[in-house]
């Protein structure tokens, strides 16, 4: 295991399988001490064409360098699933705006017409919203970078199974045919949006299963390990992807794996931070069962994180819209302010 500046592990995933398909019993070693100990590392040899990273950055950045009023041509609050543009400052962590202007999208789909009033994260599910006419190739580059993701995400999710001592497809049937993972292309901007001060984005834990976060070499990411009070820098690694566990590990491994806390800081006034965060996730309809921990496992366990502000839920779809409307208030109150007036009560 290589480790960059800041303790944050590496693992080179081309290294994950042996000659017969099987992981190898180092790679599994490793992945299994960063999950449980920091929480983050970083992943390289994942398989990204030669010059898709920078390709990406470069549509990212082009995207974000348009005029307004074309960015405000797919506005997120023209979605009620919560996809397309959202503007400085206005999504919101921990009740305060964050210094940064993204794009939201997931698979591309049809909307759920009809759906149990008791299952309403159905309404998460729809099309994308993209500048077709202005800028046909973000909508190629990001979703070939989610094609990508997706395979790198299910791969780490079968080395983390084995790392349980679970069979590599223990979690497989939760992501069955329609896994709802999520990506956003965001752009950082500071000394702008006043309200958020020095919070690009304010510390969180993720909702999902594993995420797969590009970012450029500006820097600003910090993590919070479990059980200290001291914040450690993410240091860039030029083309290296960023893995953290969301929620839903910290739920079925009752805390052996944590959803490890984490912030970033804006930029400095004048500069500019790019970040690709992608969230492998299950179908929205996935409740997600503990798995059945060794001995050894269950001793090191510490129990799911205890958060009034942030309970975590075992079903899939629930914790994911749970934190679309904290996030986004503007959104749900144009298209679903039921979930607000349920949410208050």
């Given at each position: 295991?290589?480790?960059?500046p800041?303790?944050?592990?590496?693992?080179?995933?081309?290294?994950a399988?042996?000659?017969?398909?099987?992981?190898?019993p180092?790679?599994?070693?490793?992945?299994?001490?960063?999950?449980?100990?920091?929480?983050?590392?970083?992943?390289?040899?994942?398989?990204?064409?030669?010059?898709?990273?920078d390709d990406?950055?470069?549509?990212?950045?082009?995207?974000?360098?348009?005029?307004?009023?074309?960015?405000?041509?797919?506005?997120?609050?023209?979605?009620?699933?919560?996809?397309?543009?959202?503007?400085?400052?206005?999504?919101?962590t921990?009740?305060?705006?964050?210094?940064?202007?993204?794009i939201?999208?997931?698979?591309?789909?049809?909307?759920v017409?009809?759906?149990?009033?008791?299952?309403?994260?159905?309404?998460?599910?729809?099309?994308?919203?993209?500048?077709?006419?202005?800028?046909?190739?973000?909508?190629?580059?990001?979703?070939?970078?989610?094609?990508?993701?997706?395979?790198?995400?299910?791969?780490?999710?079968?080395?983390?199974?084995?790392?349980?001592?679970?069979?590599?497809?223990?979690?497989?049937?939760?992501?069955?045919?329609?896994?709802?993972?999520?990506?956003?292309?965001?752009?950082?901007?500071?000394?702008?949006?006043?309200?958020?001060?020095?919070?690009?984005?304010?510390?969180?834990?993720?909702?999902?299963f594993?995420?797969?976060?590009?970012?450029?070499?500006?820097?600003?990411?910090?993590?919070?390990?479990?059980?200290?009070?001291?914040?450690?820098?993410?240091?860039?690694?030029?083309?290296?992807?960023?893995?953290?566990?969301?929620?839903?590990?910290?739920?079925?491994?009752?805390?052996?794996?944590?959803?490890?806390?984490?912030?970033?800081?804006?930029?400095?006034?004048g500069?500019?931070?790019?970040?690709?965060?992608?969230?492998?996730?299950?179908?929205?309809?996935?409740?997600?069962?503990?798995?059945?921990?060794?001995?050894?496992?269950?001793?090191?366990?510490?129990?799911?994180s205890?958060?009034p502000?942030?309970?975590?839920?075992?079903?899939?779809?629930?914790?994911?819209?749970k934190?679309?409307?904290?996030?986004?208030?503007?959104v749900?109150?144009?298209?679903?302010?039921?979930?607000?007036?349920?949410?208050?009560?």
């Open positions: 295991m290589l480790h960059t800041g303790s944050i592990p590496t693992l080179d995933l081309s290294t399988r042996s000659a017969d398909g099987s992981f190898t180092e790679f599994i070693e490793e992945l299994r001490a960063a999950a449980h100990t920091v929480g983050f590392f970083h992943v390289v040899g994942y398989g990204a064409a030669p010059t898709q990273v990406l950055f470069d549509v990212t950045r082009r995207f974000f360098e348009l005029p307004l009023e074309q960015r405000l041509a797919i506005h997120n609050r023209t979605s009620p699933h919560f996809r397309g543009y959202a503007g400085l400052g206005t999504e919101i921990r009740g305060r705006p964050d210094a940064r202007e993204q939201d999208f997931s698979p591309e789909r049809a909307p017409a009809e759906y149990p009033a008791d299952e309403p994260y159905w309404l998460l599910q729809g099309p994308n919203l993209w500048p077709r006419e202005t800028l046909p190739e973000l909508e190629d580059r990001a979703m070939a970078w989610a094609d990508l993701m997706s395979q790198v995400g299910a791969e780490l999710l079968s080395a983390i199974a084995v790392a349980l001592h679970l069979p590599e497809d223990h979690f497989a049937e939760a992501f069955a045919a329609t896994p709802a993972w999520m990506a956003k292309l965001v752009h950082y901007v500071g000394g702008v949006v006043d309200e958020a001060g020095s919070q690009g984005v304010g510390a969180h834990a993720d909702y999902g594993v995420t797969l976060l590009l970012q450029d070499e500006v820097g600003g990411l910090e993590v919070l390990p479990h059980g200290t009070d001291t914040w450690v820098p993410v240091t860039p690694v030029p083309g290296a992807l960023v893995v953290n566990l969301g929620e839903m590990l910290e739920v079925a491994t009752e805390g052996y794996l944590a959803a490890t806390v984490h912030r970033v800081t804006a930029p400095a006034p500069v500019d931070r790019y970040a690709i965060p992608f969230f492998w996730s299950p179908r929205l309809d996935a409740v997600i069962e503990p798995v059945p921990l060794s001995d050894e496992l269950r001793a090191s366990a510490r129990g799911v205890d958060d502000e942030n309970p975590m839920l075992s079903s899939y779809g629930s914790n994911v819209l934190g679309r409307v904290r996030a986004h208030p503007d749900t109150e144009l298209h679903h302010p039921e979930l607000l007036s349920r949410r208050t009560a």
